[in-house]
């Protein structure tokens, strides 16, 4: 395979990866105008948000098991499918049940990108793995700085909710226009065998980083989706913190490759979980320009947890070839369809103790925003202890190789 296809391929992911990324950050940004044109509380809110993340580990666990008889191509196949029917359901939503459905959907496709695009850049680039991925995860935050910014321009120029929608069709085509035409590569450095895919599972350290993810996964996305809803009475934009945030991401991760070599996947997790720690609790209290510092901190927290947990699973037990990439990503995901109308919850028994304390208005919601803000900081507090013991042990995590033969030109 050479450079310039393989590199076309890669190109591909990243586009899918970003129309992921953005119905993240134009969902986050459209939840007051779909609670208004709706008529839905922040627990129909959550429960909505939820099923898109239901969706995800959906098909990154259905992906992942049928990885090995599919093959990438097919999977975004699948991806490109979803995501239009998904998109175009959410443009002509009727109420709370068609919103249900079409998040579903483009949870199901956000997944199968995941599912299938995770392994491929982990074939593709079989010698720097970690680093690699992380380069692909790029693309997830730079998507929401795109989607951010698209639905903040959008909203000023006075295009409803239904048009920052369609407006994700465009990289949709694009991606689904290169996965077609595309040569995909035969599957040489991964484990093909899902019978030894599935016996592998069974390691407790696969287990022990399942449960991690579960955690990880929510510390990075509770505070972003819930972004609007916890800090859209702060006196911020919103939607300008969290472009912030993510476009910090994105550089992390870009240069990632140096951090992770410098301090071993197991103290780059343990370092983030603190960092997340530090920057979700001050956001709890935060005022003013304070809440940009904040931010920072909790990007920088959070912008290695998803792509270091995958290619820890990848380098350290890769017995469990695409299932495992598959199966840590959906924990996570599924971990968030849980989690959200929780959140909801929080947010809107927050808010009845703000009215019954005499606060109105604006002033209410702030002070609800904040005190979920301080509820979510217990995510990343629990990893602190996970990944202490984690790093401990460090040195007795033997790398696991699959010996093939390279890539054919």
Known sequence: MTEVHRTKIFTASCVALIVTAMTFAIRAGILNDLAVSFDLSNTELGYINGMAFLGFPIAMMFGGLIYNFLGPKKLLAIAFVCHLAGLILTITASGFWTLILSSFFIGFANGSVEA???????????????????????????????????????????????????VMLIPTAIYGYLVFVETFPKLEHTETSTLNNVKALAAPLFIFMMICMTVTAISEFGPQQWV?????????????????????MAVGRYFAGPVVEALNPAGVLLASSVVATIGIYTMSFA???????????????????????????????????????????????????????????????????????????????????????????????ALIVAFTFLFIIRKKLVKGEIKAAPLAD
């Open 228 to 248: 609007e809803k916890t800090l859209g009475s702060s006196g911020v934009h919103p939607m300008v913190i969290l472009a912030m945030v993510t476009g910090l």
């Open 287 to 381: 005022t003013g320009g304070m809440i940009y510092v904040a931010a920072i901190l909790f990007a920088v927290g959070v912008m290695y947890f998803w792509p270091t947990m995958i290619g820890f699973v990848s380098e350290y037990l890769p017995k469990t070839g695409a299932l495992g990439m598959s199966l840590i990503g959906g924990a996570g995901m599924f971990s968030v369809s849980i989690w959200n109308p929780i959140i909801g919850g929080w947010l809107d028994s927050a808010k009845e103790e703000a009215l019954a304390a005499g606060k109105v208005g604006a002033e209410a919601d702030l002070a609800a925003g904040l005190a979920t803000l301080e509820y979510m900081t217990l995510f990343p507090a």
């Open 116 to 166: 299938a695009c995770n392994p491929l850049v982990a074939e593709l680039y079989h010698d720097k793995k970690t680093a690699m991925l992380n380069k692909f995860h790029v693309w997830f935050p730079g998507g929401i700085v795109i989607g951010s910014l698209v639905s903040l321009l959008m909203s000023k120029m006075g295009y409803g909710w239904q048009w920052q929608v369609g």
